[in-house]
């Protein structure tokens, strides 16, 4: 490779100093000075401002849609306002709840409330001891949260507060007392272990010996039906009263886990301020047995 070679440094070698360059005929044409590029203005500071608000709106409609077809299709959050499911679910729980678990059903959807019935799509059978969101058969605007113990043809029964299944008691084992702190002072409430055929396993109150749901008649769960309790057994109004044989059309869907939690007896969603001494740390992405 050749260097380059530096012409204001180098001086000429020696010789004849060079004849001067004559031109002959009619001079060149004299050549046009290059346009200078034309500058862009720069945007007015109006057309910018009217560009980025159209960005962000575009941007939040799209965030909307998003969230509407994932709380139509997917995951719905619900908060818990009762303690008919304690300790399992307490109140100030909030909670995502599977809505493709059962499929669809006009009760799944925004205002399918007041659409005709029709067969649900995609169907999936619930399982034996899942906690299911439901519309209320006797008021469908209402949502209630309960466990399914009963399958279609099943016989539910409930005797000395001891759940029988097809004429076999379910397995209850004593674990410790739930503590309950209401105005001040501590209950103890036996609180006991239910294991389904199946092997799904939970938490279950029993708040009284012999009370009022302690013992009921034999339910024969009908075709296209479920039997639906509450955890809080003495608690809990559920398929032995308001609630009856739920339709397979009534469920919304499954609950999966818990997002968040708070002890509302200590404050409010509002009152952000008050959050960390009420927040339900451990309560916190929990799934639900």
């Given at each position: 490779?050749?260097d380059?070679?530096d012409?204001?440094?180098?001086p000429?070698a020696?010789?004849?100093?060079?004849?001067?360059?004559?031109?002959?005929g009619?001079?060149p044409?004299?050549?046009?000075p290059l346009?200078?590029?034309?500058?862009?203005?720069?945007p007015?500071a109006e057309?910018?401002t009217?560009?980025?608000w159209w960005d962000?709106?575009r941007?939040?409609v799209?965030?909307l849609?998003i969230?509407?077809?994932?709380?139509?299709?997917?995951?719905?959050p619900?908060?818990i306002?009762s303690?008919?499911?304690?300790d399992?679910?307490?109140?100030?729980?909030?909670?995502?709840?599977?809505?493709?678990?059962y499929?669809?059903s006009?009760y799944s959807l925004?205002?399918g409330?007041?659409?005709?019935s029709?067969?649900?799509?995609?169907?999936h059978d619930?399982a034996?001891?899942?906690?299911?969101?439901?519309?209320?058969?006797s008021?469908?605007e209402r949502?209630?949260?309960?466990?399914?113990?009963?399958?279609?043809?099943?016989?539910v029964?409930v005797v000395?507060?001891?759940l029988?299944?097809?004429?076999?008691?379910?397995?209850?084992?004593r674990?410790?007392?739930?503590?309950?702190?209401?105005?001040?002072?501590?209950?103890?409430?036996?609180?006991?272990?239910e294991?389904?055929?199946?092997?799904r396993?939970y938490?279950?109150?029993d708040?009284?010996?012999?009370g009022?749901?302690?013992?009921?008649?034999?339910?024969?769960?009908?075709?296209?039906?479920?039997?639906?309790?509450?955890?809080n057994?003495d608690?809990s109004?559920?398929?032995?009263?308001?609630?009856g044989y739920?339709?397979a059309?009534n469920?919304?869907?499954?609950?999966?886990?818990?997002?968040?939690?708070?002890?509302e007896?200590?404050?409010q969603?509002f009152?952000?301020w008050?959050?960390?001494s009420a927040?339900?740390?451990?309560r916190?992405?929990?799934t639900?047995d």
């Amino acid at each position: 490779m050749t260097d380059a070679i530096d012409a204001e440094t180098t001086p000429a070698a020696a010789g004849p100093a060079p004849m001067p360059f004559v031109m002959t005929g009619a001079p060149p044409a004299e050549a046009a000075p290059l346009a200078a590029p034309e500058a862009t203005p720069p945007p007015k500071a109006e057309e910018y401002t009217n560009d980025s608000w159209w960005d962000l709106l575009r941007i939040l409609v799209y965030a909307l849609l998003i969230a509407l077809v994932e709380r139509t299709l997917f995951f719905q959050p619900y908060n818990i306002p009762s303690g008919s499911m304690e300790d399992t679910l307490l109140v100030g729980d909030f909670l995502f709840v599977e809505k493709f678990s059962y499929g669809y059903s006009r009760y799944s959807l925004p205002f399918g409330r007041y659409l005709p019935s029709f067969h649900r799509i995609w169907s999936h059978d619930p399982a034996r001891g899942d906690v299911a969101v439901f519309a209320l058969p006797s008021e469908p605007e209402r949502d209630f949260i309960k466990r399914i113990v009963g399958l279609p043809g099943d016989r539910v029964q409930v005797v000395h507060g001891v759940l029988y299944l097809n004429d076999s008691p379910i397995p209850k084992i004593r674990v410790s007392d739930y503590v309950e702190v209401e105005n001040g002072y501590r209950h103890h409430i036996a609180r006991y272990r239910e294991t389904m055929p199946g092997g799904r396993s939970y938490y279950v109150l029993d708040r009284e010996a012999d009370g009022f749901n302690d013992n009921t008649p034999v339910y024969t769960v009908p075709a296209g039906h479920y039997f639906m309790m509450g955890d809080n057994r003495d608690d809990s109004d559920d398929s032995r009263g308001v609630v009856g044989y739920l339709p397979a059309e009534n469920l919304i869907g499954r609950a999966e886990f818990k997002f968040f939690s708070i002890d509302e007896r200590k404050t409010q969603l509002f009152t952000f301020w008050k959050w960390p001494s009420a927040i339900r740390w451990s309560r916190i992405f929990r799934t639900i047995d």
